[in-house]
């Protein structure tokens, strides 16, 4: 288990690196065609891309956000929770999390395989969907052994 829990975390830890860059491409982009478009005209497809790779900026950095527990979880009742029963809610709502993003995973990927064998490109650069949908799909996968990892460490601590 430390084996695959190393392995996800470098994983992650790359995601959220390529999810950094594509955050600053963005940036780059927009700002550089907001400069441009007052001395000549706009560039075609920015906007395109940019919504292309804000896909992949979220979706690239769900594992590593997970992995260090910075999302937003509501903790109203859970804190008053005995200790041992904290971490059976945790084991419960990690494994229905990890199923959820399972299917989220394989329906991404099967519609990912849909636009490939449809040949759907975008407007306006003529861009093909499928390989930004099939990252994403990739990412789902990496979040849901990351919640499935999460949901062990809550069993295994639980039945301590």
């Known amino acids: 288990m430390a084996k695959m829990t190393a392995i996800i975390e470098t994983l992650s830890r790359y995601g959220a690196e390529v999810s950094g ?3 600053m491409a963005i940036v780059a982009m927009i700002a550089g065609n907001i400069i441009i478009r007052q001395f000549i005209e706009p560039i075609e497809g920015v906007h395109e891309v940019a919504a292309f790779l804000g896909a992949l900026v979220i979706a690239l950095s769900l594992a590593r956000n997970q992995l260090s527990k910075e999302n ?10 005995p ?33 490939y064998e449809s040949n759907e490109v975008s407007m306006t650069l003529a861009i093909p969907y499928y390989p930004f949908i099939g990252v994403v799909s990739l990412c789902f996968l990496l979040l849901t052994l990351v919640l499935f990892a999460d949901c062990w460490n809550a069993f295994s601590g639980a039945r301590k």
């Open 21 to 23: 860059y594509c955050l």
């Open 72 to 81: 937003i979880g509501v903790e109203i009742i859970h804190v008053y929770l």
């Open 83 to 115: 200790k041992h029963l904290q971490l059976i809610v945790e084991s419960i709502t990690s494994l229905i999390s990890a199923i959820v993003s399972a299917l989220i995973a394989w329906q991404l990927f099967a519609y990912s395989l849909h636009l």
